[in-house]
C-alpha cells in the first residue's frame, strides 16, 4: 500500500500552513483515508519553530470543529525526500522552497495550494492573516482547496479506503 506524503508551507508556520494540514487530516479522515497519507507543515523562516499555532488560527479552527495540534518547524532541504507533494501558500514561499530544491525532480513537488482550489487563477496566493487579520477567510480558502487536493490526489494515485 503506497502512502502519499503532503507537506504544506507557509512563511511561519503558525496560521497559514497548520490550518491547510489540519483541514487537509480531517478531509482524508472523513474519506475514510487516513492510512494512505503522511501529511505535515512548515514554515520557510525559522521565527517561530517549536511554537503553536498563531492564537486566533488556533481559535477559528477549534470553532469550526477542526483542533491544530502541531509546533511549527522549519522547511529544509531534506523535506524533498520526505515528501511527495509540497503544497505553497504564496509566491514568495513558492521562491523560497524552490531554493531549496536539489533538482527538477524535487522542483516539481511544489505546488500552489490555491491551484487545487476550483476557479482560481494558477498561482494565486491564500493571504497571510497574521499582520492583518482575516482568519476566518484563509480557513475557507483552506476547505476550498483542500476538497479539490484531496480530489486530485485520490484520482492520480488511484487510492481508495484501506481497512488493513
Not at 517549536?50 to 523535506?79: C, K, M, N, S, Y
Not at 536539489?102 to 496566493?125: I, L, N, Q, S, Y
Amino acid at each position: 500500500m503506497s502512502v502519499v506524503r503532503v507537506c504544506f508551507v507557509c512563511l511561519g508556520n503558525i496560521c497559514r500552513s497548520p490550518t491547510a494540514e489540519a483541514v487537509f487530516v480531517r478531509d482524508v479522515s472523513n474519506a475514510g483515508l487516513s492510512s494512505r497519507f503522511r501529511i505535515d507543515s512548515a514554515g520557510t523562516g525559522d521565527w517561530h519553530v517549536g511554537q503553536h499555532a498563531h492564537p486566533e488560527t488556533r481559535r477559528t479552527a477549534q470553532a469550526r470543529g477542526v483542533p491544530i495540534t502541531h509546533l511549527a518547524r522549519q522547511f529544509v532541504a531534506h523535506d524533498f525526500d520526505a515528501f511527495d507533494v509540497i503544497l505553497v501558500m504564496d509566491r514568495s514561499n513558492h521562491r523560497n522552497v524552490l531554493a531549496l530544491a536539489p533538482d527538477e525532480a524535487a522542483r516539481a513537488k511544489v505546488h500552489c495550494f490555491r491551484d487545487f482550489e476550483a476557479g482560481t487563477e494558477p498561482m494565486t496566493e491564500v493571504p497571510d492573516p497574521y499582520h492583518v487579520g482575516g482568519f476566518d477567510e484563509v480557513f475557507d480558502i483552506c476547505e476550498r482547496a483542500s476538497r479539490g487536493l484531496l480530489a486530485h490526489l485520490v484520482r492520480t494515485h488511484e487510492l481508495t479506503a484501506w481497512s488493513g
